[in-house]
C-alpha cells in the first residue's frame, strides 16, 4: 500500500474513533494498535507498553499532575476572593478600574494556579456579580472573565507549555519565559479595552440619565480609606511571595521546572493551611481528589497520544506529511497563517493536550525549515489555542462562565467574549510583527539560542 | 472520600454525560457481576487514597531534592525517579476510578446528532472498542512486568531501580481499568436489552 494510502486511512480512522466519541485516550491508543497490527511487524504489538511508559516516564511530563494540585490547592480556596477584593480596593481610582482589577486579577491568580477553567471560576465568581452591581453589561462582564482565563496557559506554569516543550524538544525554562511578553502585552491590551469599553457604557449610561432620568448603578462613586487599602494586603501578599519565590527558584537555577512543580504544589498546600486553616484531611482530600480526576484523564490523554505520533511516525506519516507541506512550496508568512488556522480548526474539537502532541510532528519540521524560532512559534501556537477556549462551540471557558453565573445567556457571553477574541488574534500578528515581545525576555535572562538549534 | 466536582470547574472538555457518584454501582449492572462492581468500587476508593498520598510524597520528594541541593551542594538522582514511580503509579492505579464516573472525556458532538436508541448502540459500541484496547494493554503490561521480573531489569541510571515496580503499577492499573469497562458494558447491555424487549 503506498504512503499516501496509509497515511489517508490513518486520518480517517483517527478521525471516526474520536468523533464516535469514545474516550479521547482510547480512540488514539485503539487507532495506533490497529495500524500496528497490520502496517508494522508482529513483535511491535508486544512493546505498545513499553513504549508507553518510556515516552511517560519523564519526569517533565510527570510534573503536569503536581502542577494541577497547586492550580487545585489555589482554586479551591478563598485566595481568588481576595486577590479579586484587593485588587478592587486599590484600582478603584481609575476610569473603569473595576475592569481592569479583574483583568489583573485574573492574570495574578491565572499565574499561580496554571489553570483556565479555575481562574474563571475563582475570580469570575466574585468579579462578575460585582461588575454586574456597579452597572458593568453582562456581555462585558462575562468577556473581561473568560478571556482574563485564558491567560492561565500562557503565564508559567502553562501545561500547554510543558507538553509543547517536550513535543518540540525546547528548553521548558525558555518557554515559560518567552510566554511572559505576549502574557503581559495581553493583559494590558484587555485592561485597555476594559477601560475604552467602560466609557463607552458610562456615557451610554449618561445620556440614559440625561434624557430619561434613569439612573445607573454606574454613575455611583465608591470611595475607599488608606486603611482599608492597607488591611487587604496581608492576605494577599502570601501569594505573591509563592509565586515569586517559585520564579526565582526556576531562573535562578535552584530548581529544575519538575522540582517547580512539587515546590510549588507543597508550598501552596502549606499556605491554604496557614492563612486559610485549610489543614484538615475533609479539607484536603477533595483539592487531591480533583487533582487525581483531572491529572488521570490528562495523563491517559498525553500518554496515548504519545503512542499514536509514535505510530505516525514509524509508519513515516508525519514525515510524509510534513515533506507534502514542504513540497507546496508556501511562502514563509503563508504557511505559518495555514498552520494556525488548522491550530483554530482543530481547537473547535480538541483539547490544546492533543493538539500539540498530533500536531507538532508534522509541523515543526516544515516551520523549522522555513527559518521560524520554534520557542517564539510554540508562544503563538500556545495564544491561537487560548482563543480555542473562549469562542464556540467547545469553548470551555464559556460553559464555566454560564456556571456560575446562570442567569446570563450564552449569547451575551459570546458576544461579550469576541472582542476579545479579536485582541488575541492582534496580539499574534503583533507578536509576529515583533518577535521581540516573546524571545526578548528569555535571550536576556539565558543568553541567545544555541546556534546549532 | 468525596468525589465531588468543585463547582463551575468542569474537570475536562465535555462535560461527562450523568456523573454518578462514585460510590454508587450502577443499577442495571447483571446480577451476577454485582459483586465485582461492588468490589471495584472499594478497590478504587482504595487507590484513590493511594493516589493522594502518592502526589503528597512526589511533593515532598522534588522539595527535598531542591533544599539538599542547596544546602548540601549534592545532587542525588533517586528523587526524579521516585517521584516518577509515585506519578505513574497515581495516573495508572486511578484510571479505572475516573472511568467509573465517565471521566475520560471524549468529543461528544455526535450525541445530539442521533436518535436516542441509536446513541446508547453507539456507546455500548464505544465501551466496547475501549475494553479491547484496554484488555490488550493490560495484557501486554503483564507480559512486560513477566519479562522485567524474570530479566533483574532496571532502570539505566546510576540508582537503577527494579523496572518491576512501575511496570505492575501499569499492569493492576489497566487490569482495574478494563474490568471496570466490562461492567459498564455488561450493564449498558442488560439495559438496552430490557428496553428493546419492553418495546
Redesign the interface.
Known amino acids: 500500500m503506498s504512503m499516501l494510502m496509509i497515511g489517508s486511512l490513518f486520518g480517517l480512522v483517527t478521525l471516526l ?11 488514539l ?2 487507532t495506533a ?1 490497529v495500524f500496528m497490527a497490520f502496517f508494522m511487524p508482529a513483535a511491535s ?2 512493546t ?3 513504549n ?2 518510556e515516552e ?4 517533565t511530563l ?1 510534573a503536569i ?2 502542577f494541577i ?1 497547586k492550580g487545585a490547592a489555589i ?2 480556596s478563598r485566595a481568588g476572593q481576595d486577590l479579586y477584593a484587593a485588587m478592587h480596593v486599590w484600582m478603584n481610582k481609575v476610569p473603569g478600574g473595576l475592569g481592569v482589577a479583574n483583568v489583573f486579577a485574573c492574570a495574578l491568580f491565572a499565574a499561580m494556579a496554571g489553570s483556565s ?2 481562574t ?2 475563582a475570580i ?2 466574585a468579579g462578575i456579580p460585582e461588575m454586574r452591581k456597579r452597572g458593568y453589561s453582562p456581555g462585558f462582564a462575562a468577556g473581561i472573565i473568560a478571556a482574563g482565563g485564558t491567560l492561565g496557559i500562557l503565564l508559567p506554569p502553562s501545561i500547554t507549555m510543558i507538553l509543547y516543550a517536550v513535543a518540540a524538544e525546547q528548553s521548558l525554562a525558555r518557554l515559560f519565559l518567552a510566554g511572559i511578553g505576549p502574557g503581559v502585552l495581553l493583559v494590558f491590551l484587555f485592561a485597555a479595552y476594559a477601560v475604552f469599553n467602560y466609557k463607552r457604557e458610562f456615557r451610554r449610561a449618561q445620556t440614559a440619565f440625561a434624557t430619561h432620568g434613569t439612573t445607573s448603578s454606574m454613575l455611583d462613586r465608591e470611595d475607599f480609606s488608606m486603611r482599608q487599602k492597607v488591611e487587604m494586603l496581608p492576605r494577599v501578599l502570601p501569594f505573591v511571595v509563592l509565586l515569586i519565590g517559585v520564579m526565582v ?1 526556576l531562573y535562578g537555577g ?2 529544575t521546572p ?2 517547580t ?3 510549588g ?2 508550598l501552596a ?1 502549606v499556605l491554604i493551611a496557614v492563612v486559610y486553616g485549610v489543614w484538615r484531611v ?1 479539607d484536603v ?2 483539592i ?10 490528562l ?2 490523554i498525553i ?1 496515548m497520544s504519545l503512542l499514536f505520533s509514535y505510530v505516525m511516525s514509524y509508519l513515516h506519516i508525519s514525515q510524509g506529511a510534513a515533506q507534502w507541506i514542504v513540497a507546496l512550496g508556501l511562502s514563509k508568512w503563508l504557511l505559518l497563517a495555514t498552520i494556525l488556522l488548522l491550530v483554530i480548526i482543530l481547537g473547535f ?3 490544546p493536550v492533543s493538539i500539540i502532541l498530533m500536531m507538532t510532528p508534522i509541523v515543526l519540521p516544515p516551520l523549522k525549515a522555513a527559518g521560524f524560532d520554534l520557542i517564539w512559534f510554540g508562544v503563538l501556537m500556545t495564544i491561537v489555542m487560548e482563543t480555542g477556549l473562549i469562542h464556540p ?2 469553548g ?1 471557558n464559556l ?2 462562565i454560564k ?2 453565573a446562570p442567569d446570563i445567556s450564552l449569547r451575551d457571553i459570546i458576544w461579550g467574549v469576541m472582542p476579545f477574541v479579536g485582541l488575541m488574534l492582534l496580539s499574534v500578528v503583533l507578536i509576529c510583527l515583533f518577535p521581540g515581545i516573546a524571545t526578548l525576555l528569555p535571550d536576556q535572562v539565558m543568553g541567545p539560542v544555541p546556534a546549532a538549534r | ?15 461527562a454525560p450523568e456523573p454518578r457518584p462514585a460510590s454508587e454501582v450502577d443499577p442495571a449492572t447483571p446480577s451476577m457481576l454485582m459483586p465485582l462492581a461492588m468490589l471495584l468500587v472499594r478497590v478504587n476508593h482504595v487507590m ?1 487514597a493511594f ?2 498520598v502518592a ?2 510524597a ?6 527535598s ?2 533544599v539538599t ?2 544546602l548540601f551542594k549534592s545532587s542525588t538522582d533517586w528523587q ?1 525517579e521516585t ?2 514511580f509515585l ?2 503509579g ?2 495508572f492505579l ?2 479505572a ?2 472511568q467509573s ?1 465517565r ?9 445530539s446528532l442521533l436518535p436516542s436508541t441509536l446513541d446508547r448502540v ?2 455500548l ?2 465501551d466496547v ?2 475494553l ?3 484488555a ?2 493490560a495484557w ?2 503483564w ?2 512486568l513477566h519479562e522485567a521480573w524474570v530479566d533483574k531489569q532496571t532502570t539505566s541510571s546510576s540508582w537503577a531501580p527494579p523496572l518491576w515496580i ?2 505492575g503499577l ?1 499492569a493492576l492499573g489497566m487490569t482495574l481499568l478494563s474490568l471496570q469497562i466490562a461492567v459498564q458494558v455488561a450493564a449498558s447491555v442488560r439495559r438496552l436489552g430490557s428496553r428493546q424487549g419492553a418495546t
Open positions: 474513533l474520536m468523533f464516535s466519541g469514545a474516550p479521547i485516550a482510547f480512540a491508543g485503539a494498535v504489538l508486544d505498545i507498553t513499553q508507553v511508559y511517560m516516564s519523564s519526569i510527570l499532575p503536581l494540585l482554586g479551591r477553567p479555575a474563571c471560576s469570575g465568581s527558584a535552584f530548581a519538575s522540582e512543580a512539587g515546590l504544589a507543597l498546600l475533609k482530600a477533595p487531591l481528589s480533583a487533582t487525581l480526576k483531572e491529572s488521570t484523564m495523563m491517559f500518554g474539537f480538541l483539547p462551540p467547545v470551555l460553559f464555566v456556571n456560575i | 472520600m468525596s468525589a465531588e466536582i468543585q463547582p463551575g470547574v468542569p474537570v475536562g472538555l465535555a462535560a484513590v493516589g493522594m502526589l503528597l512526589a511533593s515532598a520528594v522534588l522539595t531534592s531542591v541541593r542547596y526524579d517521584a516518577v506519578l505513574v497515581a495516573t486511578c484510571g476510578f475516573v464516573i471521566g475520560h472525556i471524549g468529543i461528544e458532538a455526535v450525541s453507539r456507546l459500541l464505544v472498542l475501549s479491547c484496547f484496554c490488550l494493554f501486554k503490561s507480559t512486560l512501575p511496570y501499569m
